[in-house]
């Protein structure tokens, strides 16, 4: 299982100040915390609770499904084509890139076992589609288009401008260059996919995006390129049951999001920093930060006042961003909780050879890459501690499908646990509906005429 080490929050460690008396509220919180994770579990299969991405792990159907069409379609496509914003795209590029080779879209079709490269276009940037749509065959490409709503328009724009082009190559057949992840019964997409004839995935209902990664949002890819979900799906497992445990001196997902809250209300930590210490792990940061940010930040509590709460989440990569942010992080305001990731066992061993002793960098010969990077880690770690700076630390044995599942399902009932701990709606996200609006607005949407004109009036005031 992975492991949290959240000594260094304690104030124990780095003062009263900034630091907080684990045991004591621990205690003070257990209870809460007890009904917290019984009620999330209870109504995690009652329709409107936003809470069926819990059951994710057990749905044996849609493993069986997404291994079938895998199958089916192995040895047909040099690329996976993935059109998707926000959680229709940030879990897939998450895993695949801690999963999969470094750099294997540049591997040679050898070298990726026969297995097609991966793309996700997750913005609406022109110059960066076109410039893929100039270096991908889309005769030889299968498209995923992933929106729950098939209304979202940056998916849709893009797919109505891949389905053009592939329909000019390849006629009526364009259709088996194309396979959709939707809602099983409504929006736009499913309309269009049962009239197209495409094969479709469904998003269950009550799953939201950013809590998708482990639905056919995720699994297909994954599945599509070699990736073993059946042993994502014993990590999801696994994890599940252990943070069904309702004490929390033994459940990490309730220790994690009760620190986060008491450092945030208590002691003014209203940055969240993730900081993996493994750059196949960098995506994992981009993924949190839509899961963190989008969950808590709300405006109002359950009972309707105006809150306006939610820790910023900001990403950071080590050792990367120990010449960048740590500066900022050891001298600058103490207002962040920073939470690293350790990884104990690298795929690979570089050693660093012995050579120019005679020099100032001779005491590196000898050592690994490896060695050095966990040693940044952990000298960070008490660094910040020297600066009464609070810091947890997550450790995997080793990145693989297992232990990347856990380390994803734990940062899902962390955010949960954290949304009840708040008193807010960690499932709903309406500060970014009203963007949309204007949008739809401003591209001329039918139904937004009345949103266009006074969005028109703001714009020619600023």
Same mark, same amino acid.
């Given at each position: 299982?992975?492991?949290?080490n959240?000594k260094?929050v304690?104030?124990?460690v780095i003062?009263n100040?900034h630091?907080i008396e684990?045991?004591?509220?621990?205690l003070?919180y257990r209870e809460?915390i007890?009904n917290?994770i019984?009620?999330?579990?209870?109504?995690?299969d009652?329709?409107?609770q936003?809470?069926?991405?819990?059951?994710?792990g057990y749905?044996?159907?849609?493993?069986?499904?997404?291994k079938e069409?895998?199958s089916?379609?192995?040895?047909r496509f040099d690329?996976?084509l993935?059109?998707g914003?926000g959680?229709s795209a940030?879990g897939?590029l998450a895993?695949t890139?801690a999963l999969?080779?470094?750099y294997?879209?540049?591997?040679t079709k050898?070298?990726?076992?026969?297995?097609p490269?991966i793309f996700?276009l997750?913005?609406i940037?022109?110059?960066?589609?076109?410039?893929?749509?100039?270096?991908?065959d889309l005769?030889k490409?299968l498209?995923n288009?992933?929106?729950?709503s098939?209304?979202?328009?940056e998916?849709?724009?893009?797919?109505m401008i891949?389905k053009?082009?592939?329909?000019k190559?390849?006629g009526?057949?364009?259709?088996?260059?194309?396979?959709?992840t939707?809602?099983?019964?409504?929006?736009v997409?499913?309309?269009?996919a049962d009239q197209e004839?495409?094969k479709t995935?469904?998003?269950?209902?009550d799953?939201?995006? !950013?809590?998708?990664v482990?639905?056919? %949002? &995720?699994l297909l #890819?994954?599945?599509?390129? $070699?990736?073993?979900?059946?042993?994502?799906?014993?990590?999801?497992?696994?994890?599940?049951?252990a943070?069904k445990n309702?004490?929390?001196?033994?459940?990490i997902?309730a220790?994690g999001?009760?620190?986060h809250?008491l450092m945030?209300?208590?002691?003014g930590?209203?940055?969240?920093v993730?900081?993996p210490?493994?750059?196949?792990?960098?995506?994992?940061s981009?993924?949190?930060?839509q899961?963190?940010?989008?969950?808590?930040?709300?405006?109002?509590? !359950?009972?309707g006042?105006?809150?306006? %709460? &939610?820790?910023? #989440?900001?990403?950071?990569l $080590?050792?990367?961003?120990?010449?960048?942010?740590?500066?900022?992080y050891?001298e600058?305001?103490?207002n962040?909780?920073?939470t690293f990731i350790r990884?104990n066992e690298?795929e690979?061993t570089?050693?660093?050879?012995?050579?120019f002793?005679?020099?100032?960098?001779?005491?590196?010969?000898g050592k690994?890459i490896?060695?050095?990077?966990?040693?940044?880690a952990?000298s960070?770690?008490v660094a910040?501690?020297?600066?009464?700076?609070?810091?947890?630390?997550i450790t995997?044995?080793k990145?693989?499908?297992?232990?990347?599942a856990?380390?994803?399902?734990m940062?899902?009932?962390?955010t949960?646990?954290?949304?009840?701990?708040y008193n807010?709606?960690?499932?709903?996200?309406?500060?970014?509906e009203?963007?949309?609006n204007y949008?739809?607005?401003l591209?001329?949407?039918?139904?937004?005429?009345?949103?266009?004109?006074?969005l028109?009036s703001?714009?020619s005031a600023v």
């Amino acid at each position: 299982m992975i492991r949290l080490n959240c000594k260094n929050v304690s104030s124990l460690v780095i003062g009263n100040e900034h630091g907080i008396e684990l045991e004591s509220m621990f205690l003070e919180y257990r209870e809460q915390i007890k009904n917290i994770i019984t009620e999330l579990n209870q109504k995690k299969d009652k329709p409107g609770q936003w809470l069926r991405w819990m059951n994710l792990g057990y749905s044996e159907e849609t493993v069986w499904y997404v291994k079938e069409f895998a199958s089916m379609v192995e040895g047909r496509f040099d690329n996976i084509l993935v059109l998707g914003i926000g959680g229709s795209a940030l879990g897939g590029l998450a895993v695949t890139e801690a999963l999969l080779k470094p750099y294997w879209n540049l591997l040679t079709k050898e070298q990726r076992n026969g297995y097609p490269r991966i793309f996700f276009l997750d913005n609406i940037d022109p110059d960066v589609m076109d410039g893929l749509l100039q270096v991908i065959d889309l005769k030889k490409t299968l498209v995923n288009v992933i929106t729950k709503s098939g209304s979202t328009a940056e998916t849709m724009s893009q797919y109505m401008i891949i389905k053009d082009l592939l329909e000019k190559e390849l006629g009526d057949d364009y259709r088996k260059n194309v396979v959709v992840t939707t809602d099983q019964r409504v929006g736009v997409l499913r309309q269009l996919a049962d009239q197209e004839g495409y094969k479709t995935f469904v998003i269950p209902d009550d799953v939201g995006g !950013r809590y998708s990664v482990f639905s056919a %949002v &995720g699994l297909l #890819p994954f599945a599509l390129v $070699g990736l073993d979900i059946s042993m994502i799906i014993n990590g999801i497992k696994d994890m599940d049951l252990a943070l069904k445990n309702t004490d929390i001196f033994e459940n990490i997902a309730a220790q994690g999001a009760l620190i986060h809250y008491l450092m945030d209300t208590k002691k003014g930590k209203n940055i969240a920093v993730m900081m993996p210490y493994s750059s196949k792990l960098k995506y994992v940061s981009d993924w949190f930060a839509q899961l963190w940010a989008e969950s808590l930040g709300k405006e109002f509590n !359950r009972n309707g006042e105006k809150v306006n %709460v &939610g820790p910023t #989440p900001v990403k950071a990569l $080590g050792a990367t961003d120990q010449h960048s942010q740590i500066q900022l992080y050891n001298e600058g305001p103490n207002n962040k909780l920073i939470t690293f990731i350790r990884v104990n066992e690298f795929e690979k061993t570089l050693e660093i050879p012995k050579i120019f002793e005679y020099t100032g960098i001779g005491y590196l010969g000898g050592k690994t890459i490896n060695d050095l990077l966990n040693a940044e880690a952990d000298s960070t770690r008490v660094a910040l501690a020297d600066y009464s700076r609070p810091t947890m630390t997550i450790t995997l044995d080793k990145i693989d499908e297992y232990n990347i599942a856990q380390l994803l399902y734990m940062l899902e009932i962390q955010t949960a646990i954290a949304g009840e701990l708040y008193n807010i709606n960690a499932f709903d996200q309406p500060g970014v509906e009203q963007a949309k609006n204007y949008t739809y607005a401003l591209m001329g949407r039918a139904g937004y005429e009345d949103s266009a004109e006074n969005l028109k009036s703001k714009l020619s005031a600023v």
